[in-house]
Each structure stands twice: as C-alpha cells, then as structure tokens.
C-alpha cells in the first residue's frame, strides 16, 4: 500500500522560503504524475502544482507561478515543492498527491489523484 508523507513545514516570515517533500513509501512514483494542493479550514482544496512522471512537464496555479516551483526525484521516491517569496495567503496545510493512472499528465482537478498525505502545515506572517 502506498503511503506519502510531507514534511518541511514551518512558520516563516512573507517573503521567506521552504521547501517541501513529499516521501513514498510501499511503491513506487515514477510511473505517476503528482500533484501538490493545499487547504484552509472552510476553503475547498486548492490546486497548487503538478509534475508529470518523468519531471519534464509541470503546471501550477496562477496564484503561486513564479514562486513555486515543483520537482521530483524518482531515484529518491520524493517530490518537492519549493516556495519562495512567501505571502501570508500561502497559509495552508499543503498535501502531496499521486495521480490515479499511470503515465499520464497532471491534472489541476483533486478527483484524479487516488493516494492523498496528512499534509503539513505552512504558516506565513506578515
């Protein structure tokens, strides 16, 4: 059974950076494409980003182009996300994803990834 594990929350001033991983463990990734997403309490999840299955084609959210960026290694069954210039409406628990079928593009939409992490909390302030 696949399980995702994040990892590398934090609190962090605006303007500052994390990075976050998103570490498989029981298969492998390589084959997927994944997706990170984040979620507020009363807000819906948030499409954040998505990387296909070899790394080469990504997508992200208006809201976080040109601060984020994703990427995987495969070697390591991890993918990342890094965020840089920090605002405090980046506050989220942000959730790493597994596409439902293999070999396929990423989707923005939360109904085509089958395999979900606990998160982890990024706290921005201002």
């Known amino acids: 059974q696949l399980q995702l594990v994040e990892s590398g929350g934090g609190l962090v001033q605006a303007g500052g950076s994390l990075r976050l991983s998103c570490a498989a463990s029981g298969r492998t990734l390589s084959p997927y494409a994944m997706g990170w997403f984040r979620q507020t309490p009363g807000k819906e999840r948030e499409f954040v980003a998505t990387?296909?299955?070899?790394?080469?084609?990504?997508y992200y959210a208006d809201a976080v182009k040109g601060r984020f960026t994703i990427s995987r290694d495969n070697s390591r069954n991890t993918v990342y996300l890094q965020m840089s210039n920090l605002r405090p409406e980046d506050t989220a628990v942000y959730l790493c994803a597994r596409h439902a079928n293999p070999f396929r593009l990423g989707t923005n939409s939360e109904s085509g990834y089958t395999y979900w992490g606990q998160g982890t909390q990024v706290t921005v302030s201002s």
């Open positions: 990387i296909d299955s070899s790394g080469g084609t990504t």
